[in-house]
């Protein structure tokens, strides 16, 4: 059976005191975290927690909440990790969307927030300090097939949903991701990514646990202090998503590190792809995965498509489970080198959107997921991401992607970060704006920028306005959070200049 507690207790007998998972506070074999998550699942049922039952747990990026996610899947209840960030407000309306009875586990911090909105709120504090252990075998009886964890959505455009994942599901990543990074147990895996997000728990968690490798825990990514971390805890691969290698590009040149690989989305161009490898002395693997399904594409080892999202994923020992097919509006199949949605098909795809019939018959279809990622497949059976199809621009009778014109932005050196999104300019139709965040230090004016711009790209794509930013509003997985984008501030309109040359 491939659950969670078996993966768990199966690397308990096999490397035993071998160390686990590392912090800058502590240090836990295998054989001692799952002792601790046998007790906590026992815990857990003895304050009422019951197999099927969702537990909202308000997950910060440390042992102790790492720790009850993985015993609220022994005990066979669904885990839901969220924001501990969260306001009453947003705790209030998962809630409502999970309904009947559910309980809440916080922190002291988070706790005052969670009493306001339930009253079943179980603090963090106390549960570690009543466990009682129960042994070296998984103690409730769970099935591969029940759902284990549901992630919200990071919800970049809008409402979040939650994805419910199998531990079929998040044992399959597991077993993959050391495979299609060429990672063993002589690895320390090192996260900063927030484990209310399935890359942290699928990928470097449940990798971690089926190859042996060591987990190293960061409470969150800070670019000046990510590096040390590496060295003082002798970590050998990391995952990055959004902007994270930038902001590490953006610090002063470093010493070096025992950082060997690093697993990242999206992919950079060649040229940038070359430079990020050389300057932190990494090999950089590039995919795509959501929390639809966890099995999506990868480069494989050996290969260099770069600016791809590689080929699909696979087993190490079942072989071709995922398949992959490329759709026009009509669900007709693309051919090679025509746009299409990417629909996904794997024992890894999710159940559906939990209490969402109607979102989940639109997604979710004949064991096909839509991704509503916008790709072209390659000759050589790598994918290709175009954009996100809730995200494409219509201007002037053609259709753009805001990620083209975002990574033609972060080529630019004075360029830290960029935002591209379309603004209503009559019906049916949009106009191109770009909020840029600069380098610190850096000057350049929009003028500056698109003209830049039209040696890459075709003229309708050129910004017309644009809005310079001291940050920009990011989700927890690194992505820029376009619906919090700022509404007001200085605008510049070069309709009358570059961008009327381009229209």
Not at 310 to 315: A, D, E, K, T
Not at 372 to 379: A, I, K, M, P, S
Not at 402 to 411: C, N, Q
């Amino acid at each position: 059976m491939r659950t969670i507690p078996a993966l768990l207790a199966a690397a308990a007998r096999e490397h035993q005191d071998r160390i686990w998972l590392r912090t800058d506070e502590i240090e836990l074999s295998f054989a001692a975290a799952w002792r601790q998550v046998a007790a906590l699942a026992r815990r857990l049922e003895e304050l009422g927690v019951r197999p099927g039952q969702p537990l909202v747990i308000t997950a910060r990026s440390t042992p102790q909440h790492l720790l009850v996610i993985l015993a609220a899947t022994t005990l066979g209840a669904i885990a839901v990790p969220t924001d501990p960030r969260s306001t009453a407000a947003e705790l209030s309306g998962l809630l409502h969307q999970l309904r009947g009875e559910v309980r809440f586990v916080a922190d002291a911090e988070a706790i005052g927030t969670v009493r306001r909105v339930q009253a079943t709120a179980l603090l963090l504090e106390d549960l570690t300090s009543a466990a009682v252990d129960l042994g070296d075998d998984p103690p409730y009886p769970v099935d591969e097939s029940d759902v284990a964890i549901m992630i919200p959505t990071s919800g970049t455009t809008g409402r979040a949903k939650l994805v419910m994942q199998t531990h079929r599901a998040y044992v399959l990543a597991g077993e993959g991701f050391p495979f299609w990074m060429g990672l063993d147990s002589t690895d320390r895996l090192m996260t900063a990514l927030p484990l209310f997000h399935t890359n942290a728990l699928a990928y470097s968690t449940m990798g971690s646990l089926a190859c042996g490798a060591g987990l190293v825990l960061l409470p969150r990514f800070s670019a000046s202090t990510f590096l040390e971390s590496a060295r003082r805890h002798g970590a050998t691969s990391f995952n990055a998503v959004g902007a994270m290698l930038e902001f590490l590009m953006a610090q002063e040149p470093d010493a070096g590190s025992p950082l060997r690989s690093c697993y990242s989305a999206p992919a950079p161009d060649a040229a940038r792809h070359r430079e990020i490898e050389k300057r932190l002395g990494i090999e950089l693997v590039c995919g795509y995965g959501l929390s639809e399904s966890l099995y999506g594409l990868s480069w494989r080892r050996g290969t260099r498509p770069f600016g791809t999202l590689g080929h699909l994923r696979q087993h190490p020992t079942l072989g071709a489970v995922n398949q992959a097919r490329v759709v026009d509006p009509q669900g007709a199949d693309c051919a090679p080198g025509q746009q299409g949605e990417l629909l996904l098909r794997n024992p890894a795809v999710a159940t559906g959107y939990y209490g969402l019939p109607e979102e989940t018959a639109a997604t979710f279809q004949d064991g096909w997921v839509r991704t509503g990622d916008l790709v072209t497949e390659n000759e050589d059976g790598t994918y290709t991401f175009v954009a996100r199809l809730k995200e494409v621009i219509r201007r002037r009778g053609e259709n753009l992607s805001p990620g083209e014109v975002e990574e033609a932005l972060r080529a630019c050196p004075e360029v830290l970060d960029c935002a591209v999104a379309g603004v209503p300019a009559g019906p049916f139709e949009e106009e191109v704006k770009a909020f840029v965040r600069l380098v610190p230090g850096a000057v350049a004016t929009p003028a500056d920028l698109a003209a830049r711009l039209g040696l890459r790209l075709a003229a309708f794509k050129i910004p017309r306005f644009w809005q310079f930013v001291d940050d920009l509003p990011y989700t927890p997985t690194g992505r820029v959070a376009k619906h919090r984008l700022p509404t007001e501030g200085a605008e510049h309109d070069l309709a009358t200049t570059i961008g009327e040359a381009h229209a």
